[in-house]
């Protein structure tokens, strides 16, 4: 079966090199990925084309190694280019996550094709009408958020008129029940956040920080995956 089929957010980790404290990338996701961390995004706003392509085949290395190449997605940000030069050299990427003003759904659908997944951003400005009327016949899954401000990404949850909105675990509720597809929450997500966040019917949750910068990011990203396992909800069938 495809791994979009498969498709499990319930651990993701979002990870590039500005977020580890220099250590490795790769040594940081066979960490998570031990731990059973279901999803992997490469994301650098610094690395380039070439370094992200060797973040890529390091990643699929790692979790091939690991003999779950059929169950952990491995998915770039951004970089629709990056991924398409990856798979040239024959490595394995599942797919991209593109947020609201980047490279259009459409495009990475038709350059990625349809056992790949694609994932996107809700928007900020009017988020339940949009999760409500949005086409998402070529969507995975909606990253959403944050909860609360975090310096991995300033400018995450800014409106249009420049002002940050945070989301409240009531209204990651509301959007678990009004989304036609899975919800994964991130933003300034740490360990004592796991329990309430997965009270609120969502797919799972995403963290950069809580797992790149921690002491022993391993310990850590286990206790993240025990947190979610222990206090999730059956999700919501959709
Ligand atoms: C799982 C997930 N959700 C949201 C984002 C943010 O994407 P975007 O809005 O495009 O911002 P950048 O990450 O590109 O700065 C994400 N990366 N992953
Ligand atoms: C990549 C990203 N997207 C966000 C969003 O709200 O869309 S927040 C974010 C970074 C999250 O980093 P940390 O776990 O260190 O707070
Ligand atoms: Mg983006």
Redesign the pocket.
């Known amino acids: 079966m495809s791994i979009r089929k498969n498709i499990n957010i319930s651990a993701?980790l979002?990870v590039g090199p500005e977020n580890t404290k220099n250590r490795p990338v790769g040594t940081i996701i066979k960490d998570a990925i031990e731990a059973g961390f279901t999803c992997i995004?490469i994301?650098s706003?610094v690395a380039s084309a070439l370094e992200l392509i060797q973040l890529t085949r390091e990643a699929s290395e790692v979790i091939a190694q690991a003999g779950k190449s059929d169950e952990v997605a491995l998915l770039v940000?951004?970089r629709l280019d990056v991924i398409l030069a990856a798979r040239k050299q024959g490595i394995k990427v599942d797919g991209i996550?593109?947020?609201?003003?980047?490279i259009p759904v459409d495009v990475c659908r038709e350059y990625l094709g349809d056992d790949s997944i694609v994932?996107v951003?809700a928007r900020t400005h009017e988020l339940f009408e949009y999760i409500k009327t949005v086409d998402v016949s070529q969507i995975d899954y909606f990253?959403?958020?944050p909860l609360r401000e975090t310096k991995t990404?300033p400018d995450?949850g800014m409106d249009l008129d420049g002002k940050i909105v945070i989301r409240s675990l009531d209204e990651i509720s509301e959007l678990a029940k009004l989304s036609p597809i899975p919800v994964?929450i991130?933003g300034g997500v740490k360990l004592a956040d796991i329990p309430p966040l997965a009270q609120t019917g969502v797919d799972g949750f995403?963290v950069v920080s809580a797992v790149t910068e921690a002491d022993d990011p391993k310990l850590e990203a286990t206790n993240l995956v025990i947190a979610w396992n222990l206090n999730k909800l059956n999700p919501i069938s959709k």
């Open positions: 993701y979002v995004q994301r706003k940000n951004d996550h593109v947020g609201q003003s980047d994932g951003s990253g959403a958020g990404k995450c994964v991130g995403f």
